[in-house]
């Protein structure tokens, strides 16, 4: 059985940083784009940033450049969201992702199309 698991969110002020982990079992998703998604309350859910399978290429959310950086470890079958300089509309549910077969880490944030969902870490920013 697939299972995604996220760990890392909680409270912090505005400036502050987190690190998210996802944590995948069930199977290996080394050839697989991997994304973070996340999702405020009374919002849509909305894409943050992706890699592709190898780790080499990387697309964000323009909201998140410059603060947000993702990797992965195919060894550790995990993959990692380094947020810094949050800021207040940060706030949310952020959730791991895995992209649908060959898709590209640019086209798993334009399409948000995703095989498997984990059940999501909140983040939450104070001002």
């Known amino acids: 059985q697939v299972r995604l698991e996220e760990s890392g969110g909680g409270l912090v002020q505005a400036g502050g940083s987190l690190r998210l982990s996802c944590a995948a079992s069930g199977r290996t998703f080394s050839n697989r784009a991997m994304g973070w998604f996340r999702q405020a309350p009374g919002k849509e859910r909305e894409f943050v940033a992706a890699?592709?399978?190898?780790?080499?290429?990387?697309y964000y959310a323009d909201s998140v450049k410059g603060r947000f950086t993702i990797s992965r470890d195919n060894a550790k079958n995990t993959v990692l969201l380094q947020m810094i300089s949050l800021k207040t509309e940060d706030t949310g549910v952020y959730y791991c992702?895995?992209?649908?077969?060959?898709?590209?880490?640019?086209?798993?944030?334009?399409?948000?199309?995703?095989?498997?969902w984990g059940q999501g870490t909140q983040v939450t920013v104070s001002s």
């Open positions: 992702a895995v992209g649908v077969f060959l898709s590209t880490a640019q086209t798993m944030g334009v399409t948000g199309r995703s095989d498997y």
């Open positions: 890699i592709n399978w190898s780790g080499g290429d990387t």
